[in-house]
């Protein structure tokens, strides 16, 4: 007997091992499901910032472009920092917003939305300016010619470029803002550097007497434009500089 139920748990066991082990495990998920998944996912739109993805404050702001590829329609809802900036046409499968002029220094985030579709971007804008001590002069054409002792004054400024203090580049002078063309520009005037301080200086002989010298009696606009080096890539500028000559 006792060979017996030996043999009949040594069978037992030897089924128990042979069997199949269940278990509640999901089925694997195969590459056709994710492949559709993905699919059905909206493609995200692609956002472009220009001319850089940064400005200056107090000028012209990032232009961001969401693209939402050929043959859409409607508008782009622009959110900026979490609040709705604005909603724009599409136009040949694009749509712009302008960051504005007035945003304050710091880092923004835009978002773009279009139906189900969406997209962001970050953009800065730069605490820099260009302060000078006046904006208005008046220079005597009949003082310059009889009066070697005349000074008419002279332009001076300090320069703060992307949150600090410049501490070199450049200084130009063009009439009317005519900036384009750089020192090629018919309305360049003159330069002067900028030193470790962020200070910049255009003497009477280099600025106003030059004016005199090469205009008529009349009245004049001059911009001065600050750049951290020669190829002018990247530029702030100055209030409206006016030069009075008088006879």
Do not use: W
């Amino acid at each position: 007997m006792r060979t017996l139920a030996t043999a009949l748990v040594s069978v037992v066991t030897a089924a128990a091992l042979a069997a199949p082990v269940t278990t509640a495990e999901a089925a694997p998920v195969s590459s056709t499901t994710i492949n559709a998944a993905d699919a059905a996912r909206p493609a995200p739109i692609k956002m472009t910032t220009s001319p850089k993805a940064y400005s200056h404050y107090g000028m012209q702001g990032v232009k961001v472009t969401a693209v939402t590829g050929k043959g859409s329609r409607g508008k782009v809802t622009f959110i900026v920092n979490g609040a709705l900036a604005d909603k724009k046409k599409i136009k040949k499968g694009k749509a712009s917003y302008r960051m504005s002029q007035a945003a304050a220094p710091g880092k923004y985030v835009v978002k773009a939305k279009y139906k189900t579709r969406k997209g962001k971007t970050s953009v800065r804008v730069f605490d820099s300016s260009l302060n000078v001590n006046a904006v208005e002069f008046t220079v005597s054409e009949s003082a310059l010619a009889n009066d070697y002792t005349y000074d008419p004054g002279s332009l001076t400024g300090v320069v703060k470029y992307k949150d600090k203090i410049a501490t070199e580049g450049y200084v130009d002078i063009y009439k009317d803002g005519n900036v384009k063309g750089g020192s090629s520009s018919p309305d360049y005037c003159c330069m002067a550097s900028v030193g470790d301080n962020g200070a910049f200086e255009f003497q009477s002989y280099s600025f106003l007497e030059r004016v005199a010298d090469e205009y008529p009696v009349g009245d004049y606009v001059f911009k001065a434009f600050y750049t951290d080096g020669p190829e002018f890539s990247d530029y702030i500028y100055s209030q409206p500089i006016v030069v009075h000559v008088v006879p």
